[in-house]
């Protein structure tokens, strides 16, 4: 009884666990298409041609680099936060808090300055609009593909078949 209860639980169990992880391969190759479809919106929105692309994605990417560096030092000091017992110790983290958040605004307004350099200060001043733009249209497409059935497009979706009982 017992051997036969641990067979069906593995039994229903592994397949469950192998379709809950997505593979390292696939998950980069999302990422890459993400990034490639990230690109291709930027360059078009903000006109880049082919030598101001060049200059402008590695400025771009280590800052976001160095952005995303910044706030997981912001997270991990926010959850020190939450399990601080004594008011010292807390002033002292939220200094450092406050640092960080600096850093950041220095981080963000340093690469706009350094971009504006080969794009000029009207096409730098509206990354963050087409940032925010590409975001929710990404939102947008995700969300109408979970609405069709998990996460297909609507064109790949077997019809549904009522169920009897």
């Known amino acids: 009884m017992h051997s036969s209860l641990s067979f069906l639980t593995l039994f229903f169990m592994v397949p469950m666990l192998a379709l809950a992880q997505t593979p390292p391969s696939q998950k980069e190759s999302r990422e890459d298409r993400m990034q490639a479809l990230r690109v291709a919106y930027f360059e078009e929105e903000l006109s880049l041609t082919p030598e101001e692309s060049t200059l402008f994605w590695p400025a771009w990417n280590e800052k976001e680099e160095k952005l995303k560096a910044n706030g997981k030092a912001v997270r991990a000091i926010e959850t020190k936060l939450k399990s601080t017992e004594s008011d010292a110790e807390a002033a002292e983290l939220i200094q450092e808090l406050k640092q960080l958040q600096l850093e950041d605004l220095e981080l963000r307004h340093g690469a706009i300055d350094h971009v504006a350099a080969f794009i000029g200060y009207r096409r730098a001043g509206m990354i963050k609009q087409v940032e925010r733009e ?22 790949n979706r077997s019809p549904r078949v009522p169920q009897r009982y």
């Open 134 to 155: 590409f975001r929710t249209q990404v939102m947008k497409r995700r969300m109408k593909g979970s609405e069709s059935g998990n996460g297909q497009r609507p064109g």
